[in-house]
T-cell receptor, first 113, second 111 residues
Framework: EAEVAQSPRYKITEKSQAVAFWCDPISGHATLYWYRQILGQGPELLVQFQDESVVDDSQLPKDRFSAERLKGVDSTLKIQPAELGDSAMYLC???????????FGPGTRLLVL | KQEVTQIPAALSVPEGENLVLNCSFTDSAIYNLQWFRQDPGKGLTSLLLIQSSQREQTSGRLNASLDKSSGRSTLYIAASQPGDSATYLCAVRQAGTALIFGKGTTLSVSS
C-alpha cells in the first residue's frame, strides 16, 4: 500500500540553527499539507499545496519558516533560525481530492535545545 | 471559526468493553469528518471518513456516526482490545480549508 514518506524521523538541533524536513506524498496526490503537532494537541496546518502552488500558508510563521514543492511532487519545509518553541512533531499529509481521505506520514519529531 | 472538541480527554476501560468516543464541532457547514488513530510518537492512521451526506461508516469493530445538524460525531469501538490503546483524533473539513482537529481522546485498554 502506498504511503507518505518523511525524513528525517527525528531531529535534534540547537537554537538558531537551520533545519529542513522532507516529504514525498502518495503518487498522484496533488494536494500536500504540512501540519505541526505540539504534545497533547491536535495537528495544526502550517501550509497547503495544490500541485506546486501554495493554497494556504496563513498560519506559517514566514519570518522563519519556508516551504516549497517545486515540481508538484515532493516538498521541503525549512526553519531558520530554529527556536525552542519549535519543538514539535511535523506531519506531512496528502490527498487525492478535498473530499477524500488524508493520508499522513510518520512525522518528524524536532527537538530544539 | 470552527472549533472541534473531544470528550473525554482520557479513558481507561477493561478489555472486552464496548466504548464511545465523542467529537463535537461548532460550525455544521462541513464537507466531511475523519477519525484518526495515533500511537505514541507516530503519525496518524486514518480510521474512517464520513462525508457530510452520510450518517455513519463502519470498518470492522469501528463504527462512526455523524449528526451534522447538531455538530456531533461518535466513534464506537466494539469489544475493545489492548491493541486499541492509542489516541483517537477527529477532524473536520470545511470549504477551502485543511483538516481542523480536536485534541484527541487517549484510550487505555487493560487486559
Amino acid at each position: 500500500e502506498a504511503e507518505v514518506a518523511q525524513s528525517p524521523r527525528y531531529k535534534i538541533t540547537e537554537k538558531s540553527q537551520a533545519v529542513a524536513f522532507w516529504c514525498d506524498p502518495i503518487s498522484g496526490h496533488a494536494t500536500l499539507y504540512w501540519y505541526r503537532q505540539i504534545l497533547g494537541q491536535g495537528p495544526e496546518l502550517l501550509v497547503q499545496f495544490q500541485d506546486e502552488s501554495v493554497v494556504d500558508d496563513s498560519q506559517l510563521p514566514k519570518d522563519r519558516f519556508s516551504a516549497e514543492r517545486l515540481k508538484g511532487v515532493d516538498s521541503t519545509l525549512k526553519i531558520q533560525p530554529a527556536e525552542l518553541g519549535d519543538s514539535a512533531m511535523y506531519l506531512c499529509a496528502s490527498t487525492l481530492g478535498y473530499q477524500e481521505t488524508q493520508y499522513f506520514g510518520p512525522g518528524t519529531r524536532l527537538l530544539v535545545l | 471559526k470552527q472549533e472541534v472538541t473531544q470528550i473525554p480527554a482520557a479513558l481507561s476501560v477493561p478489555e472486552g468493553e464496548n466504548l464511545v468516543l465523542n467529537c463535537s464541532f461548532t460550525d455544521s457547514a462541513i464537507y466531511n469528518l475523519q477519525w484518526f488513530r495515533q500511537d505514541p510518537g507516530k503519525g496518524l492512521t486514518s480510521l474512517l471518513l464520513i462525508q457530510s451526506s452520510q450518517r455513519e461508516q463502519t470498518s470492522g469493530r469501528l463504527n462512526a456516526s455523524l449528526d451534522k445538524s447538531s455538530g456531533r460525531s461518535t466513534l464506537y469501538i466494539a469489544a475493545s482490545q489492548p491493541g486499541d490503546s492509542a489516541t483517537y483524533l477527529c477532524a473536520v473539513r470545511q470549504a477551502g480549508t485543511a483538516l481542523i482537529f480536536g485534541k484527541g481522546t487517549t484510550l487505555s485498554v487493560s487486559s
